[in-house]
T-cell receptor, first 111, second 113 residues
């Protein structure tokens, strides 16, 4: 079964500290993985996608197929990074286009 | 482009009332979907559509109806509102033919009393 697990509901760090938001997935095929961010009471927006291998707002994420993980990292957190972060898994096949979301991690960056 | 738009932004219903949440997109995306967002539950797929005239159920379809008469619009109907349907509802769209970024609407915050 396809599943996305984000083990931390809340992650609290101080400004300037490194951040790692964990994401593990379960999928038998070749996964398409995304990180979405939702700032307070706003719509979800794409932060990054593993296939693009970009760094957005200082965040990076590497797909580790051996550990089935797609952790989101930033070396120095900023207060404006405070938001909800969702990891999502996309799949090909019958329900192509669907994304399966994790339950989300709320990141709080303290001054 | 306006992207994905949703109306209303806020709504309060009494138990048993019905209503329609509107969703529209102007990006000519074939694929559209509805999610509900609840604390600690993430986003759960309610219904989705792969094109005009084609809809299918997601993870939590009970109590909701959808139809897709045009590429642009994908309304979500609550047939008989229940307090358990208190949630934030997001509509999303994406191009078909692969796994692409989903574009989300601003959401509708629904309270059922």
């Amino acid at each position: 079964a396809q599943r996305v697990t984000q083990p931390e509901k809340l992650l609290s760090v101080f400004k300037g500290a490194p951040v790692e938001l964990k994401c593990n997935y379960s999928y038998s095929g070749s996964p398409e993985l995304f990180w979405y961010v939702q700032y307070s009471r706003q719509r979800l927006q794409l932060l990054l996608r593993h296939i693009s291998r970009e760094s957005i707002k200082g965040f990076t994420a590497d797909l580790n197929k051996g550990e089935t993980s797609f952790h989101l990292k930033k070396p120095f957190a900023q207060e404006e990074d405070s938001a909800m972060y969702y990891c999502a898994l996309g799949s090909y096949g019958g329900s192509q286009g669907n994304l399966i979301f994790g339950k989300g991690t709320k990141l709080s960056v303290k001054p | 482009n306006a992207g994905v738009t949703q109306t209303p932004k806020f709504q309060v219903l009494k138990t048993g009332q019905s209503m329609t949440l509107q969703c529209a997109q102007d990006m000519n995306h074939e694929y559209m979907s509805w999610y509900r967002q609840d604390p600690g539950m993430g986003l759960r797929l309610i219904h989705y559509s792969v094109g005009a005239g084609i809809t299918d159920q997601g993870e939590v379809p009970n109590g909701y109806n959808v139809s897709r008469s045009t590429t642009e619009d994908f309304p979500l109907r609550l047939l008989s509102a229940a307090p358990s349907q208190t949630s934030v509802y997001f509509c999303a769209s994406t191009p078909s033919g692969g796994v692409y970024e989903q574009y989300f609407g601003p959401g509708t915050r629904l309270t059922v009393t």
